[in-house]
């Protein structure tokens, strides 16, 4: 039998506070959950992660950043920025299990057990700063999955690509001085958190290998398709990686409170099959997405649906 597709997830996700009425909520997996696991078809197999090692968080934040979150985290709710990003109880713990969610996925799909996999974690990490948490995100689950990556199995150059609603300014400081690592971007914009530009494409050593790909508001599953065709996969393809990370928000949707895009599940769908052909062509199919926004719950439900099902297409 070929190797499965993995969604990687537990309900401890939902532990991580947030105030009420904040669109980061513990029911993005506490709803979330068991809609997938009465709709998802047998194939896709679930896996309940490790928290990740402490140390795994140094390779892309400083030790300042770890200690004010796991510090925040034996208080009460506490805002951490001048925005809308909180830690309590159990905030760097459920963090640190995010990491895990993602390093697992990697371990899995690297060694070939796993055809490709899904971090279903919160919360989210694209946002996050080397040195400062942002826009709901404690760490930067991805970064540390690409640097993971790098350093446990030998894979020289990664793919980032991020669909979600916003920027993911954290990502792109992070690697922006390096050709190693190629971060593609599609968002709204203008819009929060300012950044991603079609300007912005890296700096000293890693110029060239950040595209931002600017949506305006209203766009639609055909402007995306658009963009895969005429710059995703051409520049991705150029690329050549080595291993396939995706930060895949699901906030672009038509029906997420939060944005002005308008992605329909076919939409992430079709987004899934094309970086999956990406993955299949030069690094034998490697991919591990891990979930970044997406704030209705009914269509965060179905776009996940909608990702895993064209993940586990053969």
Known sequence: MPPPTLLITHPDFARHPTPRGHPESPERISATLPRLRASLPKSIRWVEPAPGARELLRSVHTEALIRRIENASRDGLVLLDEGDTYAGAHSFDVALLAVGAATTAVDLVASGEAANAFALVRPPGHHARPGAPMGFCLFNTV??????????????????????????????????????????????????????????????????????????????????????????????????????????????HRDDPLGDLRLSEEGFAEMTARIRGVAERHCGGKLVSVLEGGYNIDALGRSIHAHLCALAHR
């Open 143 to 252: 970064a540390i999955a690409a640097r993971y990556a790098q350093k446990q199995h030998g894979c020289r150059r990664i793919l980032i690509l991020d669909w979600d609603l916003h920027h993911g300014n954290g990502t792109q400081e992070i690697f922006e001085a390096d050709s190693s690592v190629f971060f593609i971007s599609l968002h709204q914009y203008p819009f929060y958190p300012g950044t991603g530009s079609a300007a912005e494409r890296g700096k000293a050593g890693g110029e060239g290998f950040t595209l931002n790909l600017p949506m305006k508001a209203g766009s639609v599953d055909a402007e995306y398709r658009a963009a895969f065709e005429e710059k995703v996969v051409p520049a991705a393809d150029a690329f050549r990686p080595d291993f396939v990370l995706v930060s895949a928000g699901f906030d672009a």
